[in-house]
């Protein structure tokens, strides 16, 4: 079985703080890493990508990968309130996309 | 218009009933899939295609069954609706990198 860990919340932040979210995977063989955030009741929608080691940003996004400790993280800077949602890790193995089951996160004004 | 499309959007039907969910995407991508999701669960891929000819079965494909009509369109299938496939269906599609881009999902009751 090829697990993807995540925690899963709430995580409660106040507005402006910076969110951390976390991510575990088993497979080494893992290639491709993604965080997708879900809105209730609605489709998940791709917030980045990563696929080496590292850090790599995209405006108040960061994702950071770490093959060695099999980690991969999301944070957020400046969080809003409409940055509350569930925030999906995704590793992709072969063909497949293995999902975790998400972090509720809750921005508070 | 949305780049993915599923219909319907909502659906109740009874146990026993075969019911037919569509996907069409105007992406030009190859590889489609379909997913559920359960409340507090992951995504759990049903079935997957890379190609009209080229259909594979996912973790929990059990009771569903799909037909790859063009390379734009994708169907799921439930033979005989059980209650314990009540849940948030996606399909998603993709090129020929990983990205997965998804539908809106298709709500589905069985009673």
């Known amino acids: 079985q090829k697990e993807v860990e995540q925690n899963s919340g709430p995580l409660s932040v106040p507005e402006g703080a910076i969110a951390s979210l976390n991510c575990t995977y088993s497979?080494?063989?893992?290639?491709?890493f993604f965080w997708y955030r879900q809105y209730s009741g609605k489709s998940p929608e791709l917030i980045m990508f990563?696929?080496?080691?590292g850090d790599k940003e995209d405006g108040r996004f960061t994702a950071q990968l770490n093959k060695a400790s099999q980690y991969v993280s999301l944070l957020i800077r400046d969080s809003q309130p409409s940055d509350s949602a569930t925030y999906l890790c995704?590793?992709?193995?072969?063909?497949?996309?293995?999902f975790g089951k998400g972090t509720s996160l809750l921005v508070t004004p | 218009d949305a780049d993915v499309t599923q219909t319907p959007r909502n659906r109740i039907t009874k146990t026993g009933k075969r019911i037919m969910l569509e996907c069409s995407q105007t992406?030009?991508?190859?590889?489609m899939y379909w997913y559920r999701q359960d409340p507090g669960l992951g995504l759990q891929l049903i079935y997957y295609?890379?190609?009209?000819?080229?259909?594979n079965k996912g973790e929990i494909s059990d009771g569903y069954s799909v037909s790859r009509q063009a390379q734009a369109k994708f169907s799921l299938s439930l033979e005989s609706a059980i209650p314990n496939q009540t849940a948030l269906y996606f399909c998603?599609?993709?090129?020929?990198?990983?990205?997965?881009?998804f539908g809106p999902g298709t709500r589905l009751l069985v009673l």
């Open positions: 998603a599609t993709s090129d020929f990198g990983e990205t997965q881009y």
């Open positions: 990563i696929y080496s080691n």
């Open positions: 497979d080494r063989g893992s290639q491709s």
């Open positions: 992406k030009g991508h190859d590889r």
């Open positions: 295609s890379f190609d009209v000819k080229d259909i």
């Open positions: 995704a590793v992709q193995v072969g063909y497949a996309l293995n």
